[in-house]
């Protein structure tokens, strides 16, 4: 681990934290409530930017690698792309090359510093063409192969009111969390995009009320 690890990865640098124990109990829940239907891939959206979705993403992914699993982070918000600054990493390549078919995925995810913890970063081709890139073919078919060698798959992306681009993704995981912060989202918003979710038959399983500052 470096020296000076970012500090939004909580459950890195203080694992005893109560919110590293908030997201072992969110690990525990995804756990025992889809375990039986083998879902491996999750989508962590948000539906105003700022609401901790990557915070949220990020320490879920390292969560679930400390309890010894499989685990590859997909930063998939392709116009603003975050997790490899949470990581000290570049983000010369990555799943936008992908999605260009510029790069196979098997040679696009890097290995973190976390055992178990690879990070697949946005990418350089990212900003105007991201909603275009989302909709490539590619996407689906990367996830199905990451499928086979991860245990688990976080997908983080961008906000849901300003965008198309977690629908898009939302189509190809299994599931969906929706990060909320406190005070920020109204109850019609949440409404909205549940319903939105549900026209394209995406699975929303569940709600994270975020009160932290990321």
């Known amino acids: 681990m470096p020296s000076s690890a970012n500090a939004s990865l909580i459950t890195l640098i203080n694992p005893s934290a109560q919110a590293s124990e908030d997201f072992k ?8 409530s889809y375990k039986s239907e083998n879902m491996k891939s999750f989508l962590i959206t948000s539906i105003k930017s700022q609401e ?12 679930y690698a400390q309890a010894g699993k499989r ?8 116009r603003a792309p975050m997790l ?33 913890l690879s990070l697949l970063p946005a990418g350089a081709e990212t900003g105007l063409h991201a909603t275009e890139l989302l909709a ?7 996830l199905d192969q990451f499928s086979t060698e991860y245990d ?13 681009d977690s629908f898009l993704l939302a189509v190809h995981c299994d599931g969906v969390v929706l990060a909320v912060k406190k005070r920020t989202v109204k109850q019609e918003e949440v409404v909205t ?7 394209i038959k995406g699975n929303l399983v569940g709600f994270v009320f975020i009160d932290f500052e990321k």
Do not use: C, W
Not at 52 to 63: H, M, R
Not at 153 to 163: G, L, M, P, R
Not at 193 to 199: E, H, I, P, R, T
């Open 193 to 199: 995009f549940k319903q939105n979710l549900d026209d």
């Open 152 to 164: 688990m798959i976080f997908v983080d992306s961008s906000a849901a009111n300003k965008t198309a």
């Open 136 to 142: 490539s073919n590619y996407l689906k078919l990367a």
């Open 71 to 78: 685990v590859l982070l997909i930063d998939a918000n392709l």
């Open 25 to 32: 109990s969110l690990r525990t829940k995804l756990n025992y």
């Open 52 to 63: 901790g979705k990557s915070v949220l993403a990020a320490n879920l992914a390292i969560s």
């Open 84 to 116: 490899h600054k949470f990581f000290h990493m570049e983000n010369h390549m990555g799943l936008s090359d992908l999605l260009s078919g510029k790069k196979h995925p098997g040679n696009v995810p890097i290995t973190t510093y976390v055992d178990g």
